[in-house]
Nanobody, 127 residues
């Protein structure tokens, strides 16, 4: 099992950009499908984006589609979330998650499919 650590969060003005990084330690990062979730104050955790082991397949929630881009670099044991056009509704604690995937092109949206999580990084967007 890989250990996950998020970084790159911070305070940004509406319309701004941030790049989140999920760094994985341990072996066989390329064996895991990955995803980003977020949890806003007083709300449940919600799906943001997911990427297959291969990186060929991605998916996004409707609320971030067209503004956020997920990617991964298996050689660096890292996954990224490029966030553009941020608005106050994007304010949340962002978590990365991993799941072993037998298929290189499998990807998952449901948080119950992920057993391994990072500690989160806070993103705050001011209006």
């Amino acid at each position: 099992q890989v250990q996950l650590a998020e970084s790159g969060g911070g305070l940004v003005q509406a319309g701004g950009s941030l790049r989140l990084t999920c760094s994985a330690s341990g072996s066989f990062f390329s064996s895991y499908a990955m995803a980003w979730f977020r949890q806003a104050p007083g709300k449940g955790r919600e799906f943001v984006s997911t990427i297959s082991r291969s990186g060929r397949f991605t998916d996004y929630s409707d609320s971030v589609k067209g503004r956020f881009t997920i990617s991964r670099d298996n050689a660096k044991n890292a996954m990224y979330l490029e966030m553009n056009g941020l608005n106050p509704e994007d304010t949340a604690n962002y978590y990365c998650a991993s799941r072993f995937a037998a298929s290189a092109d499998a990807y998952y949206r449901a948080q119950e499919m992920f057993a391994n999580w990072g500690q989160g990084t806070q993103v705050t967007v001011s209006s």
